[in-house]
């Protein structure tokens, strides 16, 4: 498993610098939507596919496994949850998420068709 961990090599960034290993991990595809809806609630495998709609088994397994080695997800009674430190990440998002909005409006609109 290619697993982005600091102190080895990434994609992007032969430094292993943890910025760019969490970087690259978030920047897998579906990566960033798992961990959105496992902070909206724990989740079967089962539950965790339905609400990522389009998402593969095989590609929710391996983003499972890897977000669980990067110590951001655990197994909990109901399921997959966040662990502590996935919770803390999910808490950073929100001055990002801020700044996203206030970008989002000084953006022109997009023409209609």
């Not at 590609?59 to 919770?87: D, F, I, K, P």
Request: glycine share 8%.
């Amino acid at each position: 498993m290619n697993t982005a961990k600091p102190g080895h090599p990434v994609r992007g960034s032969g430094t292993g610098r943890p910025i760019m290993a969490l970087l690259d991990l978030l920047g897998r595809r579906w990566s960033l939507r798992v961990l959105w809806e496992l902070h909206q609630a724990p989740a079967s495998f089962r539950e965790l596919q339905s609400r990522c709609e389009g998402l593969s088994p095989s590609v929710l397994n391996t983003r499972l496994n890897e977000l669980r080695e990067a110590r951001l997800v655990e197994n909990g009674e109901r399921g997959y949850q966040l662990s502590r430190l996935g919770l803390e990440l999910v808490e950073q998002f929100l001055p990002l998420t801020l700044w996203a909005e206030s970008w989002a409006e000084n953006l022109p609109l997009p023409a209609e068709n």
